[in-house]
């Protein structure tokens, strides 16, 4: 796993902790906490640290120096490190680690839900490493770790189902699946994170009559025509619920005219078919 490329660093902690420390000071813990970083610890060597640290003194005859290094207590190694500082490092690794196996295992649920038995598993939580140093003061917080489970498409069973809870019709369901199926279930900031939502949202829509077809029902067959008739009457029924789906919000319609033009044309042609004897 790559090494992160910067630490969290919050200014209320950070003006706290170093409240009593001169501006040099302050230089040199930065310095020593970027070192620290970037090569895992600090050589035990006064001489080299004061290098590191920008102080170009005599080490011991650097009082600055001294209070500085305190910062750093030994650990079983050898090495000074600050202890909140890897802290920090190890929750960041666990974050990034998560978030990699998280994206495995989404991965996976899309691939298992795509069978006809699949099912969707969650992501696990990975464990903080240990590094057997003293407790001492932080620059920063610990970030918290964050568990995402992958989106999973719903079927149009769960969709129906849903929809009979929170009073929608039936056929709402089939024109919110084909809407967002169309729109590969993403919104324009990103992937969707909850369907049910989505859908309570479109149940507002649809309370409030911004669908304007809203309440269509379908016709009956035709008692003439043919089956010839009848076949083109639900192509186009199956067409016009699929533009409806597409068609659902006002910066839709105006996006695409060539859809709402042919979703016109479309009506038009099915009620001729309808008014048929």
């Not at 230089?27 to 001489?47: E, F, S, T, V």
Request: charged residues 25%; contains cysteine; positive net charge.
């Amino acid at each position: 796993m790559n090494r992160a490329p910067a630490f969290q660093l919050y200014a209320d902690d950070f003006l706290g902790g170093t409240a009593d420390m001169s501006a040099e000071e302050v230089g040199a813990y930065i310095r020593l906490l970027c070192h620290q970083w970037n090569k895992g610890g600090l050589p035990n060597d006064p001489d080299r640290l004061a290098k590191m640290a920008g102080l170009m003194a005599v080490p011991m005859a650097t009082p600055s120096l001294g209070y500085v290094i305190a910062k750093f207590p030994p650990c079983s190694d050898g090495q000074l490190r600050n202890e909140r500082l890897e802290r920090v490092r190890a929750e960041s690794e666990s974050y990034r680690k998560n978030q990699s196996e998280n994206g495995k295992k989404g991965a996976k649920t899309r691939w298992e839900n795509s069978k006809p038995n699949g099912g969707a598993n969650g992501g696990a939580m990975a464990t903080p490493m240990a590094n057997g140093c003293p407790n001492d003061g932080s620059p920063s917080p610990s970030p918290k770790t964050i568990n995402r489970k992958a989106f999973v498409r719903p079927t149009i069973e769960e969709i129906k189902a849903h929809c009979l809870e929170i009073g929608l019709p039936e056929i709402e369901a089939e024109k919110f699946e084909a809407h967002h199926e169309a729109r590969g279930w993403r919104y324009r900031q990103g992937p969707m994170k909850s369907w049910k939502g989505a859908l309570k949202t479109w149940k507002q829509n649809w309370d409030s009559g911004a669908f304007s077809f809203q309440g269509a029902k379908s016709p009956q067959p035709v008692k003439g025509g043919g089956q010839a008739t009848w076949k083109k009457i639900q192509d186009l029924e199956n067409e016009i619920k699929q533009l409806e789906g597409q068609l659902v919000q006002h910066f839709d319609r105006e996006r695409y005219p060539h859809k709402v033009e042919r979703l016109n044309a479309a009506k038009v042609e099915l009620e001729k078919l309808k008014a048929l004897p």
